[in-house]
DNA sequence: TAGATTGTTAATCGATTAACAATC
DNA sequence: TAGATTGTTAATCGATTAACAATC
């Protein structure tokens, strides 16, 4: 195990995408066990409440450390937060929403959004109809202004709420601003240099896919 | 390969789900393709336009028959319509949505369901406050008559844009009055019998993944 | 101590990628 | 026919599941 030179960073195993999906139900699980006042769980109860099995949840937080005490199990409290720091959820993350329709308006005052500190604090289009209005105490700002406000306002997220013909402009002008992370809901794959990640969100996706099963289960059944 | 009685149907290899998702971008790229005049492509082309192997294009299309001719291609507005077949977007899919908050109403006015032949027939709700309003013409229904209506409207897909703590009622109510699909938006995972497929949209869960990656290429950055 | 439960290693399963014979 | 490109088989990769030694 000789660590080539120019490696300075052991390069940790690479955690798959679907543990981190899960970390987020294990997080909701825990709040609410600790809410009606459990302190300490096993992997075994996870399994019952969040429906993923003890083994997986195992080997999920395995990428992360060791969080439990053999024959004892996890405290929730402390589980908790190391989940929530793991996922950066303990510090107050700002981004941008592109896109002030129905879907983007929607999103802006999504329940929960806040309680995981994510915060949305700025809001573009480009219909000049809607510059100016206000969603949620916020003024849609026109959307060429994109990188100026960015500049002071350092978001590092995007979410892409507008029609697909638009997804990549608006990518690429928050990428040229600095952000690297963004949450795409137009139906259109992003083309994005390397180091920025993209996450895709495609409502008619979903549906074409219980579509196909609907008829796979009527076969079944039939 | 000696078929037991019992098997009366000779189990087809089963379709993997992201088959299933890539699917429904062929069909994008395709109809963008056709509009633009091309009559004919490649694998190499779907892999140009849309961003997947052309190798894994080959693979997802074999677990439905032979599309293509050796030598020359794929003809576009063929393959348009046999995977839309397959995907069972060719014909009228009715479906229910309950919960007409913010993200319900945002919902049924998405553009692109009626181009993909979904319709959303009826619109559910418990907020005595919006019972009776209208929504894209549809009257917002109290919860309580989902079964009653669905006896008529015999929809077996079924929307849940509700808060996590009415999530697993309104499945419930949809899989009694005979839903087969759901689409779950609520932030909690559902309990549901044999037969009944659930796909879970979580805008949180997609945030919570994003906020992971940027520390990581933070790190890998500095 | 004995019983319980962890973290980890090994075995299994499934999806993606690569290679190529068949064929237009 | 020769060149191109398919559909499929085999090889690779990665994630899940099972098993168990370590340990509270």
Redesign the pocket.
């Given at each position: 195990m000789v660590q080539t030179p120019t490696e300075d960073t052991a390069a940790l195993p690479?955690v798959?995408?679907?543990?981190l999906e899960r970390l987020t139900t294990y997080l909701r699980c825990l709040v609410d066990l600790g809410a009606s006042g459990v302190r300490t769980?096993?992997?075994?109860q996870i399994e019952e409440h969040a429906g993923v099995?003890?083994?997986?949840f195992?080997?999920d937080?395995?990428y992360f450390g060791?969080?439990?005490?053999?024959?004892?199990?996890?405290q929730v409290g402390e589980l908790e937060n190391r989940i929530a720091r793991i996922l950066q959820l303990h510090k107050l993350q700002p981004i941008l929403l592109v896109g002030a329709g129905n879907l983007g308006s929607a999103l802006a005052s999504y329940p929960g959004l806040e309680e995981h500190k994510f915060h949305i604090v700025a809001l573009f289009d480009t219909d000049p109809e809607k510059i100016g209005k206000r969603v949620l105490g916020m003024d849609i700002i026109e959307f060429s202004r994109l990188g100026e406000i960015n500049e002071v306002l350092q978001a590092r997220i995007a979410i892409l709420a507008v029609p697909a013909s638009a997804a990549q402009a608006a990518a690429d002008s928050a990428i040229q601003s600095g952000v690297r992370a963004l949450l795409n809901f137009a139906p259109t794959p992003l083309k994005v240099p390397a180091g920025v990640v993209v996450r895709h969100v495609s409502f008619l996706q979903e549906l074409a896919v219980l579509s196909y099963h609907l008829t796979e289960t009527e076969k079944r059944g039939q």
């Open positions: 690479k798959p995408t679907p543990t769980i096993s992997s075994a099995s003890a083994a997986q195992r080997k937080l395995s060791e969080f439990g005490k053999p024959g004892v199990g996890y």
